[in-house]
């Protein structure tokens, strides 16, 4: 779309800070959908969502972009009418300070949050963004609805901390005790627990606010899909966050309670959707969704985005052999584990690749971006030199791996900087919280802990096993000199030069 199709975005709040931009279509159903809101609400919107949210004005100012208060603004009124809202803003617009806000509009008034998302380490970045809002004192202790997480804090220290044995003796009365419930989509749709878990959630969801953070992994044809679809019914209201909505057909019942379609009518409507070729149908659903306040989406200034592909240079190319040949042994090396006596009955069932995939990718993505660097630092370097505004997005802080990565190294006692003393002894270097500390050889190191190292003892005394094990501790060390926080590693070059 070219851009003089665009305007830029009018907010109801009068906090001045407004840079976004929608589509002239956009625009104008987002002004029809506004015009039905009550005057008394249009009249002094930031003074309401402030008392919505039990803070000054002056602070709502301050925690929140005109644009979040106006999605804040127009989830509480869909709330309060049992409904829900699709907030479908492009990455970076700061949706997850937006999922804070409703939280504590929920909590200030005495609804329980049920907080969904893809991946565990998020539950710590949705309590950052709590914490600079904040909502903390609001939210009590919250219950980690996984088998093996933890939360951490802004500082990086771990906080609340969840295990198997732990979870599967929380009881419903358990439950009702805590204000904020977190919990992934892989967790409620697992076979084996999905009964009991939508047993002890259902009875809550009426006095729940829901929110399905990145909720298209919610959708689809999957048992997640029919446990949120059940939960969400029974919810006081929903909050849906994807900035790709509606991929395909298949989602539209996951999104009902903002949609307010009845069954019959998504039926029809999905069947109708499969058979289009040109994606009309679907931008008119959201602009029709948008006149109702059902679905609210921002965009970055179109004209400022200028796509440059930066490819990895030669010189890289022997860091990605090695990260395929170790993630090859890897599990060439556990095929092997379970072919031991000793470990036969151990390892029979384990998926390795079910506890360690995601884990496994974001490195896999990591890795990517860390070796294309030195070409974006330049390129920043570039953009401020003619006074540029630069942006970075990177999906991930990778504070949690970093943490689990200290975790491992500081039990395990291992020496990341060796120094002798006067008599020639080793001194143990406390491992600081710092990420320039854990570099992407030690988190590879950890990895292989977590796959395959765990494993070994005395016992395995097949010479493959230990041949291999010792080329993966030696392909691991390959890839010391390299960084694992890109966004440490670009401030940390940009600091030096001022």
Not at 101 to 110: F, P, Q, V
Not at 327 to 340: G, H, M, R, V, W
Not at 400 to 424: A, M, R
Not at 454 to 463: E, G, K, S, T, V
Request: glycine share 4%; hydrophobic share 35%; aromatic share 10%.
């Amino acid at each position: 779309m070219q851009a003089e199709s665009y305007k830029q975005y009018a907010p109801l709040s009068k906090n001045p800070d407004c840079d976004s931009y929608v589509s002239n279509e956009m625009f104008l159903a987002q002004e029809k959908g506004k015009a039905t809101l009550p005057q008394s609400i249009v009249q002094r919107y930031d003074d309401w969502v402030a008392e919505k949210l039990s803070i000054t004005k002056e602070k709502l100012w301050q925690y929140f972009s005109s644009e979040q208060i106006d999605a804040i603004g127009i989830a509480i009124y869909k709330i309060e009418q049992n409904l829900g809202l699709i907030i479908a803003d492009e990455t970076g617009k700061g949706k997850g300070r937006i999922l804070a806000g409703i939280a504590r509009y929920a909590l200030n008034n005495g609804k329980q949050v049920m907080f969904f998302t893809e991946r565990q380490h998020l539950f710590s970045d949705f309590w950052r963004d709590l914490t600079h809002t904040e909502a903390l004192e609001l939210c009590g202790d919250p219950l980690i609805y996984h088998g093996k997480s933890t939360v951490y804090d802004v500082q990086g220290n771990p906080i609340y901390k969840m295990n198997r044995s732990k979870l599967s003796k929380i009881t419903e009365e358990d439950l009702k005790t805590h204000k904020l419930i977190l919990s992934t989509y892989s967790q409620v749709g697992l076979l084996s627990t999905k009964k009991k878990k939508l047993e002890q959630l259902l009875p809550l969801a009426k006095n729940s606010i829901i929110i399905l953070d990145e909720s298209h992994n919610a959708a689809g044809k999957s048992n997640t899909k029919k446990f949120m679809e059940a939960l969400i019914a029974k919810s006081f209201g929903c909050i849906y966050s994807s900035a790709t909505f509606i991929k395909d057909e298949s989602e539209l019942k996951l999104y009902q309670k903002a949609i307010n379609f009845d069954n019959n009518d998504i039926k029809i409507f999905s069947q109708v959707l499969a058979q289009e070729e040109n994606y009309l149908l679907r931008k008119y659903l959201t602009y029709e969704l948008t006149e109702r306040l059902s679905f609210w989406r921002r965009e970055h200034k179109p004209e400022n985005v200028k796509w440059e592909y930066i490819t990895v240079e030669e010189e890289y190319s022997t860091y990605l052999n090695n990260y395929a040949i170790l993630i090859d042994n890897l599990f060439n090396t556990l095929n092997l584990l379970k072919k031991e006596p000793a470990l036969q009955e151990k390892l029979q069932n384990l998926n390795v690749w079910y506890q360690n995939g995601a884990t496994i990718s974001r490195l896999s993505r990591n890795l990517i971006v860390l070796l294309k660097l030195e070409e974006t630092i330049r390129q920043v370097k570039n953009s401020l030199q003619q006074n540029h505004k630069s942006v970075i997005v990177i999906d991930s802080t990778f504070n949690s791996i970093i943490n689990k990565v200290i975790d491992y190294l500081n039990n395990k006692k291992i020496v990341i900087e060796e120094e002798k003393d006067d008599e020639g002894e080793e001194d143990l270097i406390e491992i600081k919280e710092n990420s320039y500390e854990i570099n992407f050889g030690k988190v590879l190191e950890w990895l292989s802990q977590e796959i395959v190292g765990q494993y070994l003892n005395n016992d395995i005394q097949n010479p493959e096993i230990k041949e291999k094990w010792a080329s993966i501790k030696e392909i691991c060390s390959t890839f010391n000199e390299l960084p694992i926080s890109p966004i440490d590693y670009i401030i940390q070059n940009l600091g030096k030069e001022g």
